[in-house]
């Protein structure tokens, strides 16, 4: 399975930035698709993610501001980011879970930068 996450770039405080990650390869026994982000000088930190059912969780830092969502049939999943705020600038990377439900991702895209400037 390959990630390829991009959509990033720079948006002022308050703005909005849609993340999309495409997959592709042998998907079908992927479970959860994730978003993880890393801030300058943190640990990489799950933000949100979607399981193949639909349900959804995500990072109390994000809750009613930011939404995953997937489309099976073109293998797209993507994160509407909204009200951003500077403490979420950071490297996005998005990643799937194989065979299971909770865990550490199992494939990884190569990330996208979002810098929210004040």
């Known amino acids: 399975v390959q990630l390829q996450a991009f959509g990033g770039g720079l948006v002022h405080v308050g703005g909005s930035l849609r993340l999309s990650c495409a997959a592709s390869?042998?998907?079908?026994?992927?479970?959860?698709m994730t978003w993880y982000r890393q801030a300058p000088g943190k640990q990489r930190e799950l933000v949100a993610m979607?399981?193949?059912?639909?349900?959804?969780n995500y990072a109390d830092a994000v809750k009613g501001r930011f939404t995953i969502s997937r489309d099976s049939v073109k293998k797209m999943v993507y994160l509407q980011m909204n009200s951003l705020k500077p403490e979420g600038t950071a490297v996005y990377y998005c990643?799937?879970?194989?065979?299971?439900?909770?865990?550490?991702?199992?494939?990884w895209g190569q990330g996208t930068l979002v810098t929210v400037s004040s």
């Open positions: 990643a799937a879970l194989q065979n299971k439900g909770w865990g550490p991702p199992d494939y």
């Open positions: 979607i399981r193949s059912g639909g349900s959804t």
């Open positions: 390869g042998s998907s079908f026994s992927i479970n959860v």
